[in-house]
């Protein structure tokens, strides 16, 4: 009993910290190379103006707005919808929805961010709208999930002591399934990011516009330091969810 | 004060019209400071029971009271605070540290920051576990036997008088449980808890129960008595069958080694003379002597045969007493002592390991006799 409890503790926290290192160490290597391609390949005056620190600059903040804004979104629906079908009385609902959104999942992301270009016309808000389509479905089946996992006879204990369904919910369902609803979370902002490289399509901006314009004007070193840049931001929000995902996890578990 | 602390009149549950109800039209009376045990094949309905008494279930028609208060009119996250809960499977939070769990429900109730700490150790002493140690641990480092400790204690916490307890030692070992229900025998006899106890065991049940009710299909009782009022005069043929064979083994658990008359055989000491050893064998009826420390600790069974093997000093004759008997002891330990004994007899010691005396079979098949 004793030598197990240790075994899995080890185990555990090495995979946590490989989770941890992961991110970052990719993330070095990707800026090493686009250093190594800003120093030795031959800018010319194209690339340099493609490569300007303002337009970088106004593209990284789009980017971010973008991946930020649509995950907030995400949360701020699929949590609370998730905890919802997984109270009594919704197991009919709860189907419907995990299997509508992993339809929309199931669609291409540059078909979703045109359909909803479609009927909103261009700009930051068409993005973030169908980013958030697009990853509402990780973090609503994470959600449910996480909840579902908790050990039925820790609620019917808890319970059967007198707490209430909200204390329920709040002192026990939620802590304990807060490690896997964060695990949805860093998959949705992973994604988002990721996917706001094609906000430029619709004029949403962002990063994608570098890698278009390299592509465009056929000039090499752009693309791929578009491509790394993209890359590194969502990175280091990766690593930051990991950071979120290990802190926030309630002790003992 | 009226005795009866729990009532149940009347009560039905079922699931839906067109399904047999699990539990039907029961009425049933839990005395104050008692332990019923409700105990049944798998599916008669009795968790189902236990759950409608804190309302974890809601009963479909029927009343119920505990200390004459109806107890369907009220909040049932109140009334549950006010009982005791035990489940097999324990239940503890995860998340939360040892104090932090038994600390449940005074948090609930909303007691003062120092109450609840000493609370909490006081009982973590209670079912034996040293809160300096485990105070600030969490529930995985526990064993599955630990575990249900602390789960007993958190259920007590805020000093319930009604616990219920729905196979609380089922998921443990048997050495384990066997050593887990002693200590709540004896947690039992100072804390005068009404308690009502499931369980499908029906060996449980007789060692657990001040009263056993024998439920069959939709919580019917078809026996509601002492154990050894069951075990001798079971009601019907269901009773019988679900006690299965050896009902006088069974009602061995419930008498004490000191209920017995104990039998003296020869005791020598050490050191001891060859010729003293024999001419003590020659003046008893036993066929053997019981040869005892300088602490009156029993050592060997020391026969003649032992004695005539002369190469070998009389302190490494014969057979070492290897498992002895105290008072406390149930008759069945007995039993099973003296069935592995090479000379049929086990031998009975204090508290400090002194020896009193022998149980034999004879003295044993007399007590049943003149129960029978």
């Known amino acids: 009993m004793t030598t197990n409890t240790i075994h899995t503790k080890a185990r555990s926290s090495l995979s946590e910290r490989l989770d941890l290192i992961i991110s970052p160490i990719f993330a070095v290597v990707l800026g090493i190379l686009g250093i190594a391609v800003w120093i030795y390949s031959d800018l010319d005056k194209i690339t340099t103006a493609i490569l300007s620190p303002e337009k970088i600059q106004r593209q990284l903040g789009e980017t971010l707005i973008l991946g930020l804004t649509s995950s907030l979104l995400v949360i701020l629906i699929s949590v609370p919808v998730g905890i919802l079908v997984t109270r009594r009385g919704y197991p009919r609902l709860k189907s419907l929805l995990v299997n509508t959104l992993g339809l929309g999942q199931a669609l291409p992301a540059y078909g979703l961010i045109v359909i909803f270009f479609s009927f909103m016309g261009s700009g930051l808000v068409t993005v973030i709208l169908a980013l958030a389509a697009f990853s509402l479905l990780p973090v609503l089946r994470n959600t449910i999930v996480g909840l579902e996992q908790v050990d039925k006879s820790v609620i019917d204990a808890a319970r059967g002591m007198g707490l209430t369904a909200r204390q329920i919910l709040l002192k026990i369902e939620l802590p304990l399934a807060v490690e896997v609803i964060l695990a949805g979370i860093r998959t949705a902002v992973v994604i988002n990011i990721g996917f706001s490289a094609l906000a430029f399509l619709v004029g949403g901006g962002g990063l994608g516009e570098t890698i278009n314009s390299g592509l465009k004007l056929d000039r090499g070193p752009a693309i791929l330091i578009g491509a790394v840049m993209v890359a590194i931001v969502a990175l280091v929000f990766d690593f930051l969810s990991a950071l979120a995902q290990k802190y926030l996890k309630p002790k003992g578990l | ?372």
């Open chain 2, 1 to 372: 004060m009226n005795n009866v602390l729990i009532r149940l009149e009347n009560v039905s549950k079922s699931y839906g019209a067109g399904s047999e109800p699990a539990v039907r039209n029961l009425t049933l009376e839990v005395m104050r400071g008692e332990v019923l045990v409700l105990v049944g094949p798998s599916g008669c309905g009795k968790s189902t029971t236990l759950r409608l008494i804190n309302r974890l279930i809601e009963p479909t028609s029927g009343r119920m009271f505990i200390d004459e208060e109806d107890i369907i009119g009220v909040n049932p996250s109140e009334l549950r605070r006010k009982i005791g809960y035990v489940i097999q499977q324990v239940g503890l939070f995860p998340h939360r540290t040892i104090a932090e769990n038994i600390a449940t429900v005074p948090l609930l109730l909303g007691w003062k920051k120092d109450k609840i700490a000493a609370r909490v150790d006081e009982l973590l002493e209670l079912v034996s576990m040293d809160p300096e140690t485990y105070r600030d641990r969490y529930p995985k480092e526990l064993s599955g036997g630990q575990a249900q400790r602390i789960g007993v204690a958190r259920a007590l916490a805020a000093d319930p008088d009604v616990l219920l307890m729905d196979e609380p030692f089922g998921a443990i070992d048997p050495i384990t449980r066997d050593r887990l229900q002693n200590e709540f025998l004896r947690l039992q006899q100072e804390l005068k808890k009404t308690i009502v106890f499931v369980t499908h065991d029906i060996d449980e049940a007789i060692k657990m129960g001040n009263r056993i009710a024998i439920l069959r299909e939709g919580s019917e009782i078809a026996q509601l008595d002492t154990p050894e009022a069951i075990l001798s005069h079971p009601a019907d043929e269901f009773v019988e069958s679900f006690l299965g064979s050896g009902a006088i083994l069974k009602g061995l658990t419930l008498k004490k080694v000191s209920d017995i008359e104990l039998h003296q055989v020869p005791t020598l000491s050490s050191p001891v003379m060859r010729e003293d050893a024999l001419k003590a064998l020659q003046e008893s009826v036993d066929q053997v002597a019981l040869l005892l420390d300088s602490n009156g600790k029993p050592l060997r069974w020391i026969d003649e045969r032992a004695l005539n093997r002369t190469s070998q000093p009389i302190e490494k004759a014969g057979r070492p007493v290897t498992v002895d008997l105290q008072p406390e002891d149930t008759l069945q330990d007995a039993l099973t002592v003296m069935l592995q004994s090479s000379v049929g007899m086990a031998c009975v010691t204090d508290r400090k390991g002194k020896y009193i005396g022998c149980t034999t079979i004879e003295s044993l098949a007399k007590l049943i006799m003149s129960d029978g």
